[in-house]
């Protein structure tokens, strides 16, 4: 497919899944005539008419709740969520019944959806455009929650959602839309579940995902004219946590950093945290370290946003101090 | 324009609303077709009346709603759809529409008992009975939230005709809910989205004039709930909730419309419960005569009169169906007794799809 853009990526994951099972079909706001905020159903209206492409009224727990129905009477939707943050009117479904109804149930009915949509903080878009949701959703049973953070994995993981019997809630990231990678012509799908080494290294885990992947890589430039040899790790599923590829790299490096945009209370590592400590507490060299972004609401003010999300010189800090840390 | 006032919930008095009056003496029905209404109707009374006798005996625990007094909806309802085809959806208060919806007795019975032979397997409860093969989509526990689900399986009948060409998906959904729901965002929404692209649903409201404690004409602003269709260009009815064949009949012509591809119906069917909210209600706020009024409306004791009048069945047919009934759900409680708990190896499956 040679060069392309991380949301072209997402359409295509989509379209080829669209044309391989008449089964799946999107809906959300403007996600036909309009293309979808991002672009990412852009024209496929066009080739699959207006019901596989549901332009739906402003109606979030409503039409969530109509997926969760479509999908236990045997379609495959995919929600896209505007801006994921809308999907706070959307809780209960998301929660109730996309999440608790297989169980609750005794296994009547599946619910293969997908809900995806960008996530995290933009640009100065304030806070309530600027949420970062994902632990919100950490703690309902029965919910997939994944974050991509490529061209690449965005494709193959979707297409790996859409595929899943059960509901996958899947966060982009607003500023990694315009990112570009040569993707393979042939068809390809990530593994919903498997956390992905970008880097391998050998004197500290550094845990991520979605947008602070790419801090993650900035700030490795610095760190290895530095002569430090990080493991950096895109955790890709949040939910569950996939601890077999983190146990590997820890029982390498024996140091945990995590970098989140998450907040920090209650965040995602804040979880894989108490996972690390529970399991493999005997191979840490030192205390897990944990960078997460401010718990506050997301400022407009830039000095201020910039402040509240973790930036690459941090990470380089929290490495050093790790790597000289002896106990 | 005329207000009414608000009832200020003395124990004496009650205000009724006119209850529209539809003479039903000239609807054909068979014997057959009146003895299966009766049989459904009875069945739903006397499955709710051993609920209340195992929950008191501590067998069942939890939050228990029953349906006493509104047999005729369920029945009147979901015996005019295709068994096992269309599509039911309930809410907390679900045992009876599970049981119209062909789910056996002593699976709804095993699944209040929290066994592994329920129809939930033991993992829902009174309030979340579902079955996969009765096209029973669920009873659900927050108010309104059923409401979008049914609206989603109304949308995938549609979906699957125009998009996969899949002539024979003609499937009707009805969505039971009470008159406190029909106050809540999920309600309008899903009518707007059902009216728009002509879905192939029932709304049906059991208008049993009273949310737990809240009388419904404290609740909102236009009590007549059947009006609301309306404004979303549907077709809203009343009906005597209280009479299975005006029900019925108006369900058939609600049927006959979401099947021909004319789009959804709101239903108002005007009845009572003959028991407080739940089993845990110690229902105090509605007045004696209230009750009274309602209780001498008895959607059962009507049919069997009709049916006595119409000389489709004699007291004894009735006695027969009663009897049978009863025993039925005597058996029920047996199967549930003598059913097994579930694995508690088993605690983490259904989480996920295998
Ligand atoms: C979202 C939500 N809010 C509140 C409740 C508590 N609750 C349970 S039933 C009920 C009243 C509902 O009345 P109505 O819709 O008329 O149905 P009925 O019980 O009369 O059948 C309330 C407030 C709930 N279950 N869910
Ligand atoms: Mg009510």
Redesign the interface.
Known sequence: MAETLFFNALRAATDEEMARDPRVFVLGEDVGHYGGSYKVTKDLYKKYGDLRVLDTPIAENSFTGLAVGAAMTGLRPIIEGMNMGFLLLAFNQIANNAGMLRYTSGGNFTIPLVIRGPGGVGRQLGAEHSQRLEAYFQAVPGLKIVACSTPYNAKGLLKAAIRDENPVLFFEHVLLYNLKEDLPDHEYLCPLDKAEVVHSGKDVTILTYSRMRHHCLQALKTLKKEGYDPEIIDLISLKPIDMETIRESVRKTHRVIIVEECMKTAGVAAEVMALINEQLFDELDAPVMRLSSQDIPTPYNGKLEHLTIVQPPQIVEAVQKIVEMRI | MVLREAPMNDPNTFTERSLPVIDTSSFHITREEGLMLYEDMVLGRLFEDKCAEMYYRGKMFGFVHLYNGQEAVSTGVIRAMRPGED?V?STYRDHVHALSAGVPARQVMAELFGKET???????GSM?M???THRL??G???VA?G??????????S???R???GDESADQVTACFFGDGASNN??FF??L??AA?WKLPILYVVENNKWAIGMAHDRATSQPEIYKKASVFGMVGVEVDGMDVLAVRKVAQEAVARARAGEGPTLIEALTYRFRGHSLADPDELRSAPEKDFWLSRDPIKKLAGQLIERNLASEEDLKGIDDKIQELVNESVKFAETSPEPDPSELY?????E
Not at chain 2, 147 to 156: C, D, H, L, M, S
Not at chain 2, 349 to 353: K, L, P, S, T
């Open positions: 599509y959806c329920g129809c939930s397997k033991g993992r829902g979340h579902f079955s996969g989509l669920g659900y526990a927050f939230e409401i979008p689900v049914a609206t989603g399986a109304a949308f995938q549609k979906y699957r125009e998009t996969m965002g999920q929404e899903c707007n989205m728009l499956r259904y989480v996920f799809a």
